[in-house]
């Protein structure tokens, strides 16, 4: 049995939820299910008033393994992954994504699911799933509801990655920081919150949420059955994914009835 590549860990009414697979963390069907199960645990305490969620290695996470997006585990993986994105969400407490270096794909969305986003300046964010013939179910729902509809289009749309205050003027990210000062920067966050009143927090919390900012798991299981419905297995998806895992360019067919592998 392999280590767990996901740990949490209790300071006070601060709680660590480390993502640890380097080098990327990347995130596979099993690291899914261990985010859902850590973000669980820590729902499960009712004093908490900060969550902070990190990440080990060169890369907050590089995103969803590619090789798990295939019609023969890209259904599990999707559950999985939603499974834990919506845990995320249900955590009464405060979250705070402490991001540095790439957020992309899962990685971004997993901050899309977080209260407050802290970045170091090495920082970058992005949904570049259509560069690979798919789109990404959660961040189609959720990006709208947090920046403008026309920036959340050209990103889903086209792939293109923010920069760390690019992210910040859209408003994905509350505040950027040098690198240096970023795990300083959460730590005084977390110490803010953790100084105020762990029921008052979670239900001011409770009041946000009324805005609906947020998907709902509904929504998600829309998103998420739409993707696998239509276009998990068409031939431009699957060719988009083998390409990437070939190091080659894909070769698109634009139908939607070409056999897989036709040219």
Partial sequence: MSDPVVRVAREG??????????PLNVIDLATAGELAAAFESVAAHADLCAVLIEARGRAFSAGVDVRDHLPDRGAAMLHEFHRACLALAA?????????????????????????????????TFGQPEIKLGVFPPLAAVALPRIVPPHIAAELVLTGRGLTAHEA?????????????????????????????????????????????????AVEIEESERFYVE???NTPDAIEGLEAFMAKRAPVWGGDPGRAPGAR
């Fill in 230 to 232: 239509s276009l998990m």
């Fill in 168 to 216: 910040e003027r859209v408003g994905l990210v509350n505040r950027v920081v040098h690198d240096n000062a970023l795990a300083a920067a959460a730590e005084k966050l977390a110490h803010t919150l953790a100084a105020l009143s762990p029921s008052s927090l979670r239900l001011t919390k409770q009041a946000l949420a009324m805005s609906r900012r947020r998907p709902t």
């Fill in 13 to 22: 009414r601060i709680a660590r939820v480390v993502l640890d697979r380097p």
């Fill in 91 to 123: 955590v009464e407490a405060p979250t705070i994504a402490v991001v540095h270096a790439a957020a992309l794909g899962g990685g971004c969305e997993l901050t899309l699911m977080c209260d407050l986003v802290l970045a170091g300046d090495s920082a």
